[in-house]
């Protein structure tokens, strides 16, 4: 596809369950990046990877945050035993090389968390 | 620290230019960027200014950066009612820092 693309749109989920949210990059972009973004805030930086190694994962809040990227395309964020502080819109991007090259984003996934 | 500031709120009439504002903290700032956010949708990419110009211009929008006060704005010139979102500014240093963002309503 022509952008960065995100599934689900909408995520439900009860408080302790595992979820998994997908990301499909721009086809060719090596850089990969996970935001989360709470209502009313701007997106905040959680994990950053170069092909398929994580290269920056300082914004995790947690061990129950995890994110993979096994082919350095498509990625996946996986957050286990969530918890309703983890309702939030989470947004990928990628940029074509680095972190200096311009972050394109998809429309974000919207998780809740009852 | 990293620590970008934005004020929360702008309300312009349709026609007039708008000007949002933005401080950043961190001087080693590569790229500073305006991104655009409408209720919900992912971020769009407006525009972008590198740290060591001073202004930049495309078409109705104009970037001016003030590196030695950190201060940088975007300013919308004949404003429309398409123009009303959350407009979000943020800095690269190894990460993309943003904003809280800046919620920009257009009335007639």
């Known amino acids: 596809g022509a952008g960065v693309s995100q599934t689900p749109s909408n995520k439900v989920t009860e408080k302790g369950k595992y979820v998994e949210l997908r990301c499909d990059p721009i086809?060719?972009?090596?850089?990969l990046y996970w935001y989360r973004q709470s209502l009313g805030q701007g997106p905040e930086f959680l994990i950053y990877?170069?092909?398929?190694?994580?290269?920056?994962d300082s914004g995790l809040p947690n061990d129950r945050f995890f994110a993979v990227r096994p082919e350095g395309s498509v990625s996946t964020l996986k957050i286990q035993r969530t918890e309703r502080g983890d309702s939030a819109v989470y947004l990928c991007?990628?940029?074509?090389?680095?972190?200096?090259?311009?972050?394109?984003f998809g429309p974000g996934t919207r998780l809740t968390v009852l | 620290g990293e620590d970008v500031e934005q004020s929360l709120f702008l309300s312009v009439r349709e026609g007039d230019s708008s000007v949002i504002n933005c401080t950043y903290t961190?001087?080693?700032?590569?790229?500073l960027y305006w991104y655009k956010q409408e209720p919900g949708a992912g971020l769009q990419l407006l525009t972008y200014?590198?740290?060591?110009?001073d202004m930049k211009q495309d078409q109705r929008l104009t970037v001016l950066l003030n590196k030695k006060d950190k201060h940088l704005s975007l300013r919308i010139a004949d404003t429309q009612t398409g123009d009303s979102a959350i407009y979000f500014c943020?800095?690269?240093?190894?990460?993309?820092?943003f904003g809280t963002g800046t919620r920009l309503q257009v009335f007639p």
């Open positions: 991007a990628s940029s074509l090389v680095g972190t200096t090259d311009t972050q394109y």
């Open positions: 086809s060719g972009h090596t850089a």
């Open positions: 990877f170069q092909g398929t190694g994580a290269a920056d």
């Open positions: 961190d001087s080693s700032s590569t790229y």
């Open positions: 200014i590198f740290s060591n110009m």
């Open positions: 943020a800095e690269i240093t190894d990460k993309l820092i």
